[in-house]
T-cell receptor
């Protein structure tokens, strides 16, 4: 069974540009989560989607946004990129977002903002 | 006070020893608890989950949960150099996953 996949693996942008990151969950999973992990820091929760709806959002500015498609894949968009947006962006999926759900992580997209 | 706290380490243990990793959380309403391992430059991978008070064993790993004291721990027996990684504690509270910043473990050969 395929795990969580993310694309691209690496992304290089310049300040002010927009970045789009993509994630495909494990088959049968409806919940998708996005995290930011800056170098040497912990996982910071960004967004949670389930059944096409945004269920929860972390403490990030509105220029971080996303969506979930009918096939449960998801997209994270970061507008007006800033240098401090450089980080590893991790996507995870879980069965349905329940309280005992396990999250399974994809390999991540490393975003570099120059 | 952070919602989930871990000592950042590094925690250094000799090969074959028991490594003890601890995590405390602030919300008594927390429902589920997870330990993930993350190698440098890689994504986190699940080691164990625990939902009720007591111990849960899986191979060389034992997770311990004490809801009254609001802590969860992970014991790694017979530590191997391949166990050297950052260990992340995660807590589910009101449908939000909260991760600690992780403890870096170094197993010395």
């Amino acid at each position: 069974e395929a795990g969580v996949t993310q694309s691209p693996t690496h992304l290089i942008k310049t300040r002010g540009q927009q970045a789009t990151l993509r994630c495909s969950p494990i088959s049968g999973h409806t919940s998708v989560y996005w995290y930011q992990q800056a170098l040497g820091l912990g996982l910071q929760f960004l967004l949670w989607y389930d059944e096409g709806e945004e269920r929860n959002r972390g403490n990030f500015p509105p220029r971080f946004s996303g969506r979930q498609f009918p096939n449960y894949s998801s997209e994270l968009n970061v507008n007006a990129l800033e240098l401090e947006d450089s980080a590893l962006y991790l996507c995870a999926s879980s069965l349905n977002g329940g309280a005992s759900d396990t999250q399974y992580f994809g390999p991540g997209t490393r975003l570099t903002v120059l | 006070q952070k919602e989930v706290e871990q000592n950042s380490g590094p925690l250094s243990v000799p090969e074959g020893a028991i490594a003890s990793l601890n995590c405390t959380y602030s919300d008594r309403g927390s429902q589920s608890f997870f330990w993930y391992r993350q190698y440098s430059g890689k994504s986190p991978e699940l080691i164990m989950s625990i939902y009720s008070n007591g111990d849960k064993e899986d191979g060389r790993f034992t997770a311990q949960l004490n809801k009254a004291s609001q802590y969860v721990s992970l014991l790694i027996r017979d530590s191997q150099p391949s166990d050297s990684a950052t260990y992340l504690c995660a807590v589910i509270r009101t449908y939000k996953y909260i991760f600690g910043t992780g403890t870096r473990l170094k197993v010395l050969a």
